[in-house]
């Protein structure tokens, strides 16, 4: 049993990423990414032990003061990384495009921030939870390979942001014993993100593989 959760476990938090960077086209990511969700949930589903209403648990485990904190902090990293980095790029969305980030803003929670937290939260954590280390060293690997499940962008500042990220969110989903949590605070960074114009960096039309 092992043995087979550690094979699927390399296949599907590392192996997939890998291929999916090298080998796919940039416009062939995001079919691949869904056909990758959709597996990691079917995957969420059959785990023993595993029900859906455990989502809910704690929901409502957290601060209005936090989570001011959070977004302050946030959007001060996001203003000097993008003004640093891409200047021309800043808060385009939000001067030029409004209703376009508006879009953004809705869709995003739903459509990547809650998807991403199913896989390396609940489906991390739950499934594979008696093959990974102890202590640090977990938060360190989540972080890590969500980092590297962003690889398909091949940029530095979206590595450190997500392994960033990856920190975070495990704290939420762990510490606090609450998903909702987690996506929330995925949520807020990913829409302060494009809010700042460092969306550019995750755009697949903008992918240039170094090699």
């Known amino acids: 049993m ?21 080998f796919f086209p940039p416009d062939w990511m995001f079919p691949s990414l869904f056909t990758f969700t959709a597996i990691g949930i079917v995957l969420l589903h059959f785990t023993p032990g595993f029900a859906w209403a455990e989502l809910r648990y704690n929901w409502r485990n957290w601060s ?41 803003w ?18 991390f954590f739950r499934r594979y939870r008696s093959i990974l280390p102890n202590g640090r060293a977990v938060y360190l690997l989540n972080a890590g390979l969500f980092s590297l499940a962003h690889l398909m ?9 997500t392994f960033g990220g990856g920190l975070l969110f495990s704290w939420a989903y762990r510490q606090r014993g609450s998903f909702f949590y987690a996506v929330l605070l995925h949520a807020i960074a990913g829409n302060i993100i494009f809010a700042a114009g460092l969306g550019i960096y995750f755009y697949s039309g903008n992918v240039q593989r170094p090699f």
């Open 2 to 22: 092992q043995h087979r959760l550690r094979l699927e476990f390399g296949l599907f938090f590392i192996a997939v990423p890998v291929v999916i960077a090298v």
């Open 153 to 161: 962008y091949w940029s530095w500042i979206v590595a450190i942001m």
């Open 64 to 104: 209005w003061r936090e989570l001011a904190v959070f977004a302050v902090a946030m959007i001060a990293i996001c203003s000097a990384l993008v003004l640093i980095t891409r200047p021309g790029a800043a808060f385009s969305l939000l001067l030029n495009h409004p209703k376009l980030l508006a879009f953004i």
């Open 106 to 123: 809705i869709g995003y929670p739903l459509a990547s921030a809650l998807p991403q937290e199913l896989l390396f939260r609940s489906l």
